[in-house]
Nanobody, 113 residues
Framework: QVQLVESGGGLVQAGGSLRLSCAASGSIFRSNVMRWYRQAPGRQRELVASITTGGGTNYVDSVRGRFTISRDNPKNTVYLQMNSLKPEDTAVYYC???????WGQGTQVTVSS
């Protein structure tokens, strides 16, 4: 059974940092793009960042320069380092794979002003 297990969410003040982690089953991790989505209350789920199997990255404009996605292949884990957090970053963050689509359970990130 494929599992994506996220961790690292929490409550932080504006300007602070958090690092999210997503541990994946080995076969899925090695053969798929890994992505982070987020969904704020009342809003659509949004693609935040992605990283290919070769390490190529992409970010939504609103987080570029503040967030960094990375992957640790021996650990089958993808990370999202979030710096200079803003209240508008508050959301549930989900780990996702592509093109085989799997989702994690989500982790809450709350940024207070």
């Amino acid at each position: 059974q494929v599992q994506l297990v996220e961790s690292g969410g929490g409550l932080v003040q504006a300007g602070g940092s958090l690092r999210l982690s997503c541990a994946a089953s080995g076969s899925i991790f090695r053969s798929n793009v890994m992505r982070w989505y987020r969904q704020a209350p009342g809003r659509q789920r949004e693609l935040v960042a992605s990283i290919t199997t070769g390490g190529g990255t992409n970010y939504v404009d609103s987080v570029r320069g503040r967030f960094t996605i990375s992957r640790d292949n021996p650990k089958n884990t993808v990370y999202l380092q979030m710096n200079s957090l803003k209240p508008e970053d508050t959301a549930v963050y989900y780990c996702n794979t592509y093109p085989r689509i799997y989702w994690g359970q989500g982790t809450q990130v709350t940024v207070s002003s």
